[in-house]
Nanobody
Framework: VQLVESGGGLVQPGGSLRLSCAAS????????MSWYRQAPGKERELVAS????????NYADSVKGRFTISRDNAKNTVYLQMNSLKPEDTAVYFC?????????WGQGTQVTVSS
């Protein structure tokens, strides 16, 4: 199982970024996929989750209305579209999956929101 994130970077407040997580080594469409983030000095927190079919989503209150999780099961990829970014969204963002009864994390991608 591999989860590889991409798409992070530096963006100004109010800007947008789209993160991608390319998955391999398992039947992607069977599993819930999630995005977490960890800011400096803070605990890792759940940002958004999506069911295997894409029919169910869940968001942290802090990102509702600004972030959108989606997935393309044909491409084995889950996305996080982040709009109206705020400095407090600055963090390392991680892709997460609970696959074959084990937790897997990607390596993380840094998102920095600053003017």
């Amino acid at each position: 199982v591999q989860l590889v994130e991409s798409g992070g970077g530096l963006v100004q407040p109010g800007g947008s970024l789209r993160l991608s997580c390319a998955a391999s080594g398992f039947t992607f469409s069977y599993y819930v996929m999630s995005w977490y983030r960890q800011a400096p000095g803070k605990e890792r927190e759940l940002v958004a989750s999506m069911s295997g079919t894409g029919g169910s989503t869940n968001y942290a209150d802090s990102v509702k209305g600004r972030f959108t999780i989606s997935r393309d099961n044909a491409k084995n990829t889950v996305y996080l579209q982040m709009n109206s970014l705020k400095p407090e969204d600055t963090a390392v963002y991680f892709c997460w999956g609970y696959i074959y009864s084990k937790v897997y994390w990607g390596q993380g991608t840094q998102v920095t929101v600053s003017s």
